[in-house]
Each structure stands twice: as structure tokens, then as C-alpha cells.
């Protein structure tokens, strides 16, 4: 089993900062890909962001690139989300997930790919 924990949410105005950050424990070296995704009320979970752990390949989804940025350390078993320029749009509970990427295949913005899950933290951004 892997388990992941995610901190770093808040309140912060619009146009501040914050950092998501995701710990992984257990069997890491079963996954190596690890993607963000968020969920506002009444809406779908939706995906954010995307890394490949091995070779530092990276997705986001059009409404955060040039403002959010995905990144890891390994020797930490931590990922990492930073979020600039938040937007009242970005406020949503934020969840880290990660999986074994089959043979061959690319990252994947799907949430039904993804085999572990944490169990989110809140993120607010006020007008």
C-alpha cells in the first residue's frame, strides 16, 4: 500500500501564493507517477497537474499553466504543487494521487487511473 498526505492549503487573497505539498509513505517504488487534481462544491473532481517521477515529465491543465508548477524530491518521497497568482476559480479541495503508469504510457489526466489517493486539503481564495 502507499499512503499519501497532503498539506499546505489555506486561505489566501487573490493574486497571493501558496505551496501543496504531498507525502508518500509505504511501498513508493510501486508508483512513479503523481498527479493533483481539486474539487469545488458541486462540481466534478477535476485535474490539475501531472509528474512522472522517474524523468521529470510534467502536464497541467490550460487554466493553471504559467501559474501553478509540479515538482518533486525524491529523496523526500514529497511532491509539490506551487500555486501563484491564485484566482477565486482555484478554491477547491486539493488531492494528491499516484499510480504505476502501465508500460509505454503517458500521464494521464484521468482520475479513474490513479490506484492511491490522500485525503485532500482545503484551499481558499478570496476576492
Known amino acids: 500500500q502507499v499512503q499519501l498526505v497532503e498539506s499546505g492549503g489555506g486561505l489566501v487573497q487573490a493574486g497571493g501564493s501558496l505551496r501543496l505539498s504531498c507525502a508518500t509513505s509505504g511501498r513508493t517504488f510501486s508508483t512513479n507517477d503523481v498527479a493533483w487534481f481539486r474539487q469545488a462544491p458541486g462540481k466534478e473532481r477535476e485535474f490539475v497537474s501531472a509528474?512522472?517521477?522517474?524523468?521529470?515529465?510534467?502536464m497541467y491543465v490550460d487554466s493553471v499553466k504559467g501559474r501553478f508548477t509540479i515538482s518533486r524530491n525524491n529523496a523526500k518521497d514529497t511532491v509539490y504543487l506551487q500555486m501563484n497568482s491564485l484566482k477565486p476559480e482555484d478554491t477547491a479541495v486539493y488531492y494528491c494521487a499516484a499510480r504505476k503508469s502501465p508500460p509505454l504510457s503517458l500521464l494521464t489526466t484521468r482520475a479513474g487511473g490513479y490506484d492511491y489517493w490522500g485525503q485532500g486539503t482545503q484551499v481558499t481564495v478570496s476576492s
Open positions: 509528474i512522472r517521477l522517474t524523468v521529470d515529465s510534467t
